[in-house]
């Protein structure tokens, strides 16, 4: 590779942008970009990021490839491109790819004369990728646990129960329903492994805590679990998925020579496996056994470092392989109704003005009133719909309406408080705060409170591809540095401490647990399916 700098480029293929952050060796941030779906694609007429039909909810492929066009273009304009040593990054979980084997062909014979998105626009079987936020796949999830005795027994084997969004009941769908763009799918890959594949110029494996995001793979092996893979797609989908999981801190290739001759990436530039994007922020945040970071994205997700004993699965949290420890765990909660279902609130109640939300939430107090704000189907728990409870009673809206406010965010974090301390023995001893919410103070603040513990934030927004750089690093050292003796050798900036709690609130919280979880209860049964 030329003399010079080196750079590390992490990727982060979300729900809403596709983002990278380039870092250089003393891993500082040197540039970052974004690509947004809605306002840089608006041909494809996403709303943030997704297409939703009821339950279905899936985002068009070829837009993430039109982003990668996009990005790539962006990137070239800067004098770094040439000397980044490797690349890796993340994907949202769980969304899948279905390529065709025209598109693998296309894949493998990249020219540089045209855009990747000329080149693999007939490249899949179907032209929208289930993602995430999809909740149309319950049966498919209850056939698998029956399959092998349960929800906690396919919690014990893969790291969770059935969940609607996971990959291997999203195939299952397919296989069941649209048997005929199944059986034209050459490979499956992740959102993730997608993104792996497109630089490489071939299939890409996913790595071990994508696996876990399938419902298809053992948790402890970190192996494709044969009966899983026939239930949900038959006999083709081992060859489907191609390769087996692989761990990080490897290379898989070096990066394909059409991005070589188009952009001017260094040929020896290596490609490492790309993770998840909440598996990535815990790496950015070089987790350690007591932290607790509480990320408020799109989705607010949960994530604890877990040492091999500390962990147990359950029904309610995943167990995920860790991304740089593979005998250790990433203990993981995710909501789906995060950000998305604040602002709906803010619209509602506070004029669209973050000001005032904030004004609400330091002003009103919520003592008597309890909310539950499920806009979209909830994962924890399972329920839908807006549910207001004053004084123990069900009401349809608060005798005074802009307590809301205060009752939605109080409502997520208490969940959050009593989901954490179901999943681990482990005492957290402080939160590291993440995502778009994080930057409110406000909400930070009631955080805190809820928890009882301090809150400090990470410089820098995009911790999942801040942590695909550092993967990229990683992937560079061939296994001969582990990861904490890679991020020692650095001088990191340490986080930085945004609140401490008010024990009395923290105690006044504490006392309302129980009819937290009694009124969910009520909520959760009068579901109907
Ligand atoms: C995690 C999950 C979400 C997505 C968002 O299981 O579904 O956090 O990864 O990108």
Known sequence: MTTGTAYYLGLDL??????????????????????????????????????????????????????????????????????IQGISGAGQQHGS??????GMKALHQLDASKTLAEQLSDGFAIDQSPIWQDASTTQECRSLENLVGGPQALADLTGSKGYER??????????????????????????????????????????????????????????????????????????????????????????????????GFHPECGIMPFTGDNSATLVSMNLKEGDCVVSLGTSDTVLVYLKQGAAKATTEAHLMAHPTDPTGFMGMLCYKNGSLTRQHIRDQYAHGDWDEFNKLLQEK??????????????????????????????????????????????????????????MTTVESKRILATGGAAANHEILKILSNVFGLPV??????????????????????????????????????????????????????????????RLEKQVVDQQVS
């Open 14 to 83: 979300s729900t809403q942008q596709l983002k990278c952050t380039v870092m250089n060796d003393a891993h500082a941030i040197v540039l970052e970009e974004a690509v947004n779906f809605d306002r840089d694609l608006p041909e494809f007429g996403t709303k943030h990021g997704a297409i939703q039909n009821g339950d279905v909810v899936t985002s068009p492929t070829i837009m993430w490839v039109k982003a990668m066009d996009i990005l790539f273009e962006r990137l070239k304009k800067s004098s770094v491109i040439g000397n």
């Open 97 to 102: 790819v279905y390529w065709s084997e025209r």
């Open 166 to 263: 996971f990959t291997g009941n999203q195939i299952a769908k397919m296989y069941n329903t649209r048997r005929d763009a199944y059986d034209e799918t050459k490979h499956i890959s992740l959102v993730s492994s997608f993104i792996a594949s497109v630089l490489l110029g071939r299939l890409a494996p996913v790595d071990s805590p994508e696996g876990s995001g399938t419902n298809l793979m053992n948790i402890q092996t970190h192996k494709w679990e044969d009966k899983l893979l026939k239930h949900c797609g038959g006999d083709s989908l081992h060859d489907k998925l191609g390769l087996e999981p692989v761990e990080g801190g490897v290379e898989l290739g070096k990066i394909h020579p059409f991005f070589v001759e188009r952009y």
């Open 365 to 422: 107090s919520a003592k008597d009133c309890m909310g539950f704000y499920y806009s979209m189907q909830e994962i924890i728990p399972f329920a839908k719909g807006i549910y207001r409870f004053q004084k123990g009673q069900p009401v349809e809206e608060f005798a005074d309406p802009s307590i809301n406010v205060r009752a939605i965010v109080e409502s997520q974090f208490l969940s959050m408080r009593i989901r954490l301390q179901r």
């Open 456 to 517: 400090y934030k990470q410089k820098g927004m995009n911790s999942a591809s801040l942590g695909g750089s550092l993967l990229a690093k990683y992937g560079t050292l061939h296994g001969k540095t582990a990861f904490q003796d890679m991020m020692k050798q650095q001088q990191a900036d340490e986080p930085e401490l945004v609140c401490e709690p008010d024990l009395e609130s923290t105690q006044q919280y504490a006392a309302r647990l129980d009819e937290f979880n």
